[in-house]
């Protein structure tokens, strides 16, 4: 079987899988996969289900996931997270498949629809992210997006996709920019996808940071660099969230870390894109969004270095 046909037919029977866990766990063979609400996600997608009177999110894994993500180091992390008490509560979780069902939070939303640039939402990312960053409990991987780059770029190559025209040339200058201006980097636990789709808060006012496939140790201002690229924060709101985390201790090497950063999550999240483009799904302009970013934060950047946060941000 063709690599991409096989990727298509293992998509095509991952929705059966998924019923089949969910009777099995709840030992009920009537259980139907319900895909009616849609709960977003990019790497996988979830869906909420009431089952037996109560509602749950239901993980169904993306394309290529399994040769992505390592679930075993996921389920590890997903565990760590509920100890440092930012995480949903995970019941199931399936580390040969990826399937995941967690209780749903009653009367959530995400900070994307609550507005992420609002001064509430970033004192709360920034809140959240300083527990998880000062914590003691260190999670046992290493997040390091090189080696995921090169994975991605692996799978590429197996599935006879092909990168930008340019893609060697502009890979270099951003590795050579990050060589130059890269400094004091330290180690602590980080989540890696600080979307702002992945904070939620409840009916009562209390932020969880979900989804934790991507976690590992890193510098902390690479989640800084996700939540401003991701939000789209203006240079206020990028302002008021290094206040709120840095406080009088914000440094200029603080500061091209997260430029570096955000630089470094287009290049990684491009090829993730492509990826998922040659696999069948829809992510052509987000992929072409974040590449050309990349080619122009690079070029000025390696020009002028103090070249604006908040201009960056811009598409």
């Excluded at 394309?63 to 995970?90: H, P």
């Excluded at 893609?167 to 890696?192: G, R, T, W």
């Excluded at 992510?283 to 050309?292: A, E, I, P, V």
């Amino acid at each position: 079987m063709k690599p991409l046909t096989d990727f298509l037919f293992k998509q095509m029977n991952m929705e059966d899988l998924v019923q089949q866990k969910l009777r099995l766990f709840f030992e009920d063979e009537s259980i139907v996969f319900d895909k009616s609400r849609f709960a977003g996600g990019l790497t996988n997608y979830n869906y909420i289900m009431n089952i037996h009177g109560k509602e749950y999110v239901i993980r169904k894994p993306g394309n290529l996931t399994d040769q992505m993500i390592d679930r075993r180091i996921e389920r590890v992390n997903n565990g760590i997270a509920s100890e440092f008490g930012v995480n949903s509560e995970c019941i199931y979780f399936d580390e040969e498949s990826g399937i995941k069902i967690s209780k749903y939070i009653p009367d959530s939303t995400t900070l994307a629809a609550a507005g992420p640039s609002a001064l509430q939402s970033l004192q709360a990312v920034s809140s959240l992210l300083k527990k998880i960053h000062g914590s003691p409990k260190h999670f046992p991987n290493k997040f390091d997006w090189l080696s995921e780059l090169a994975k991605y770029e692996t799978i590429v190559a197996q599935i006879n996709g092909e990168l930008f025209f340019d893609y060697a040339s502009l890979k270099e200058q951003l590795l050579c920019f990050m060589q130059d201006h890269l400094k004091n980097v330290i180690s602590v636990p980080c989540h890696n996808d600080t979307v702002p789709e992945n904070f939620l808060v409840d009916g009562e006012g209390s932020v969880y940071l979900i989804d934790w496939e991507y976690s590992g140790m890193n510098d902390p201002a690479f989640d800084i660099a996700a939540y401003i690229i991701e939000s789209r924060l203006t240079a206020e709101a990028i302002d008021q969230l290094f206040e709120a985390y840095y406080g009088n201790t914000f440094t200029q090497d603080d500061l091209m870390k997260v430029k570096c950063y955000m630089m470094a999550q287009d290049l990684l999240w491009t090829v993730w894109a492509l990826l998922r483009h040659y696999t069948g799904d829809d992510y052509l302009d987000y992929c072409s969004l974040r590449y050309n970013r990349l080619r122009r934060n690079i070029q000025v950047l390696s020009m002028r270095p103090d070249y604006p946060i908040a201009d960056m941000v811009m598409p």
